[in-house]
C-alpha cells in the first residue's frame, strides 16, 4: 500500500496506519515527529506490531531487499553524524537519532527472520558493500565543505531513500516488511521536508536528482 500524504502530520500518519487507537492493550504509535522534523521509529512497538503478523517465507529478493536498507540505512545515519560534529545546528543531530531507528528497524526484521546483518563486525563509517563505502566517503566528505552542502547532502540521501523505499516494495509482499517499509517511507518524506525548508532558510536551492520534480515540489510542500 502506497501512503497517500494529506495536510498535517498527524493526519498523514494516520491514514498511513502509523497511529494507534486509544486502548490499554494498543501499542504506541510507531511513528513519533519531533519539532525539526526528524521521525524515530518506536522499536518497542514494532517488535510488538510484526508479531502480530505471519512468519511468511522469506525470498532471495527480500532477504536481499532487508540486507540492502540496513546498509542505507545506516550509511544516512553515518553522514548526518559526520555533518552533526562539524555543523551546530540541530536538525543533523536529530535526524541521525532518527536514522539510527530506521537501521534498528531493519535489524529487527533482519533478526525476526533468522537473516545475516550484513553490518555485523564492522566498525562505525564501514559497510560491507563497496557502493555504500563509496558513496558514504564521498557524502561526508562533501558535507564537511559548508552547511549549504551539508544540507544538499541531506536532500539527496532522502531523495534516494524515497526512491530506494518504492523500488524495494516491488519486491517484496511480506506484510510485516511493507508494514515497515511504509515507515521508513514516511519518515524520508519528513527528512526531506524539514532539510528543504532549513536550506532556503540557509539562502540555499535544491534541484530534485532522483524523485521527479513534481513529486519533491508534493512532499516539500506538504502535499
Not at 547532502?153 to 516491488?170: C, H, N, S
Request: aromatic content about 8%.
Amino acid at each position: 500500500m502506497k501512503v497517500r500524504w494529506v495536510h498535517g502530520v498527524f493526519a498523514a500518519l494516520l491514514a498511513a496506519g502509523m497511529v494507534a487507537c486509544s486502548g490499554d492493550d494498543m501499542p504506541a504509535p510507531l511513528l513519533s515527529v519531533d519539532s525539526v522534523g526528524a521521525t524515530s521509529i518506536n522499536l518497542e512497538s514494532l517488535g510488538k506490531v510484526v508479531a502480530t503478523y505471519p512468519l511468511d517465507p522469506l525470498s532471495a529478493d527480500e532477504a536481499a531487499s532487508l540486507a540492502f536498507l540496513r546498509e542505507g540505512e545506516q550509511m544516512a545515519q553515518g553522514v548526518f553524524l559526520s555533518s552533526k560534529g562539524r555543523w551546530a545546528i540541530p536538525i543533523f543531530r536529530n535526524i541521525a537519532d532518527s536514522e539510527a531507528t530506521h537501521s534498528a528497524a531493519i535489524k529487527v526484521l533482519l533478526d525476526r527472520y533468522q537473516q545475516a546483518d550484513p553490518l555485523a563486525g564492522l566498525s562505525d563509517g564501514t559497510f560491507k558493500t563497496s557502493a555504500f563505502q563509496s558513496l558514504y566517503d564521498s557524502l561526508v566528505a562533501t558535507s564537511q565543505v559548508s552547511l549549504i552542502e551539508a544540507l544538499t547532502v541531506g536532500l539527496e540521501i532522502e531523495e534516494l531513500g524515497i526512491r530506494d523505499i518504492i523500488a524495494q516494495k516491488e519486491n517484496v509482499d511480506n506484510p510485516d516488511i511493507l508494514k515497515v517499509y511504509d515507515n521508513l517511507h514516511a519518515a524520508s518524506r519528513n527528512h526531506l521536508r524539514a532539510f528543504m525548508k532549513t536550506l532556503v532558510l540557509q539562502g540555499g536551492s535544491y534541484v530534485p536528482k532522483y524523485i521527479p520534480q513534481s513529486e519533491f515540489n508534493a512532499i516539500v510542500s506538504g502535499a
